[in-house]
């Protein structure tokens, strides 16, 4: 019989190629019975409670409210008569007019009747600034309101400091 040198070269290779898997299966890291046993399914994952965050909301003395209120309405204040000056965005105009209204509004509502009657004149005057603001003011009439805007600040503070008016709060 004669052999073929291609045919067995083939079926060398072959068996050698099927040696090496075969001896990677069971050489591996894992055993046996590892390597071939089905893996038991995962519980499903419970979900964690989800946690209801609290409002912490303390409750402030009217001392620190007044003056924080007298702060804030100072800096848009500020921020309107300096957004004039540099003739800023309209809508920033008025956004600014509005926020130093709800600011003395607030600031109004901690003070005793007597002082409430006294802030409602600037108030009113502040309202009516912010009015003309948003009719879109220019030349003129602009430098008139700033100049309005400026007496304005400079009443309310001299008479609404918190020193002057810490025995008129609520």
Not at 2 to 28: D, E, H, Q, R, Y
Not at 56 to 81: A, G, Q, T
Not at 83 to 95: G, P, R, Y
Not at 120 to 128: G, M, R, S
């Amino acid at each position: 019989m004669k052999l073929n040198l291609k045919t067995t070269a083939c079926k060398l290779i072959f068996l050698s190629s099927v040696f090496c898997l075969l001896s990677s299966v069971f050489c591996g890291c894992e055993t046996m019975r590892k390597k071939f046993v089905r893996k038991p399914k995962a519980e499903p994952k419970q979900e964690e409670p989800l946690l209801m965050p609290e409002e912490y909301n303390p409750e402030f003395n009217k001392d620190v409210l007044y003056k924080d209120y007298l702060v804030y309405w100072r800096s848009w204040h500020d921020e309107l008569i300096a957004s004039l000056e540099a003739n800023l965005s309209h809508k920033k105009q008025v956004d600014c007019a509005q926020e130093a209204i709800v600011n003395l509004g607030k600031l109004r509502g901690l003070l005793n009747e007597e002082k409430q009657k006294v802030l409602d004149v600037y108030l009113e005057e502040l309202k009516a600034l912010r009015d003309d603001i948003k009719e879109g003011a220019s030349g003129a009439n602009l430098s008139i309101i700033k100049h309005k805007l400026t007496i304005n600040r400079r009443n309310i503070l001299h008479n609404f400091m918190y020193s002057k008016v810490k025995e008129d709060l609520k």
